[in-house]
């Protein structure tokens, strides 16, 4: 095997319930792709074992494998990807639109500012020592949900018939905002605070590609 690549023939996906991996699936189902699931257990860091580190050197959840065998990891660049390879989904304006470098900058704020204070709610340990961990998960939630604020109140989103962040038009960068809506005590709190990103997760979530994978996930749970 070399370094970088697995051999396959559809796409991988290594991922488990509940984690970013399901952005990943979303997007494959809104671009009618079939996907193999691996699961790679966080509950007993089965991600930090060598024979995942071989795979993601990072240890991190997710990673796709293309048909070619290329091996993907991050989010932002995996569901960038999808979006390329498949381009009679359209789920992403076409190169050099507005409404594409809008759908940029929301998933990249999400996958550069937030998704890095899921590793410090998860993970408080490696922060600081052992009793600062209640106080360093307390501060990666509030600073979490300061960024789903900063979509609440700057992405122009309008609810009722056009609840996306391109209005009427869903796209690839809905995904991430409604999956990661859900994360650090999301379930209720989004909901009691955030009326539009709200309006905006549960239409993703109804979206016929998208409303198993949620189920499946645990994401239409209340807590
Ligand atoms: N930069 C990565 C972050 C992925 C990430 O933090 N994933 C979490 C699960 S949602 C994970 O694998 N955590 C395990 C760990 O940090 O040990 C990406 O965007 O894909």
Same mark, same amino acid.
């Given at each position: ?5 697995? @051999? ?10 509940? &984690? ?14 079939? !996907? ?26 997710? @990673? ?16 960038? @990807?999808?979006?390329? %390879?498949? $381009?009679? /989904?359209?789920?992403?304006? $076409? /190169?050099? &639109? ?19 204070? !899921? @590793? ?17 998960? =307390?501060?990666?939630? /509030? ?6 604020? !900063?979509? =609440? ?9 056009? $609840? ?6 869903? &796209?690839?960068?809905?995904?991430? !905002?409604?999956?990661? &809506? ?9 909901? /009691? ?13 109804? %979206?016929?590609?998208?409303? $198993?994978?949620?189920? %499946? ?7």
């Amino acid at each position: 095997m070399r370094q970088g690549r697995v @051999t396959g023939m559809g796409y991988l996906l290594y991922g488990d319930r509940g &984690s970013g991996s399901a952005m990943v699936e979303m997007a494959l189902a809104e671009a009618g792709q079939p !996907v193999d699931l691996r699961e790679v257990p966080l509950e007993g860091d089965h991600q930090l074992r060598a024979a995942y580190l071989a795979i993601n050197p990072m240890g991190r959840l997710p @990673t796709l494998v293309l048909p070619d065998g290329t091996v993907m990891t991050e989010s932002l660049a995996i569901l960038l @990807t999808i979006a390329d %390879r498949h $381009p009679d /989904a359209a789920l992403l304006p $076409p /190169a050099g &639109s507005t409404e594409r470098a809008l759908a940029l900058r929301w998933m990249t704020l999400l996958a550069a500012e937030f998704y890095p204070h !899921v @590793t410090r709610w998860d993970y408080p340990d490696r922060f600081g020592p052992k009793d600062a961990a209640p106080a360093i998960r =307390e501060r990666a939630e /509030a600073l979490g949900h300061d960024v789903l604020r !900063v979509i =609440e109140d700057h992405a122009g989103l309008r609810s009722g018939d056009a $609840p996306f962040l391109l209005g009427a038009r869903f &796209s690839v960068a809905d995904i991430p !905002v409604a999956v990661m &809506s859900r994360w650090m005590g999301g379930r209720a709190w989004t909901p /009691a605070n955030l009326p539009r990103v709200e309006a905006l997760a549960q239409a993703v979530a109804r %979206r016929p590609a998208i409303a $198993p994978i949620w189920e %499946r996930h645990g994401l239409a749970a209340k807590r």
